[in-house]
């Protein structure tokens, strides 16, 4: 069965840096894109990043590109994004998925098959 198990979030001040984690689980991750998609209260959803299988290859949503560093290690079957100078509307439920294939689409868009649970960041002083 495919899992995918988010963490890191939590409540954090302005100006701040944090690093999510998303565990994966029941397939070949090193196979896989995968993507990072956030949903702030109130709002739809709302595609962040995503990389390819080897982690040599990343994209961002424009609007955050700078400030948000997705990775991953094949070896521990874990992705990352790291957020720096979190703002307030940073505050989401962050969720990792799976995308189908080796690569995003052109322009770092996936297709994402499996979505994770997600976790909650909130960015309050």
């Known amino acids: 069965e495919v899992q995918l198990v988010e963490s890191g979030g939590g409540l954090v001040q302005p100006g701040g840096s944090l690093r999510l984690s998303c565990a994966a689980s029941g397939f070949h991750f090193s196979d896989y894109a995968m993507s990072w998609v956030r949903q702030a209260p109130g709002n739809g959803l709302e595609w962040v990043s995503s990389?390819?299988?080897?982690?040599?290859?990343?994209y961002y949503a424009e609007s955050l590109k700078g400030r948000f560093t997705i990775s991953r290690d094949n070896a521990k079957n874990t992705l990352y994004l790291q957020i720096n100078s979190l703002e307030f509307e940073d505050t989401a439920v962050y969720f990792c998925?799976?995308?189908?294939?080796?690569?995003?689409?052109?322009?770092?868009?996936?297709?994402?098959?499996?979505w994770g649970q997600g976790t909650l960041l909130t960015v309050s002083s």
């Open positions: 998925a799976k995308d189908r294939s080796l690569s995003p689409l052109v322009g770092g868009y996936p297709e994402l098959e499996v």
């Open positions: 990389i390819n299988w080897q982690g040599n290859n990343p």
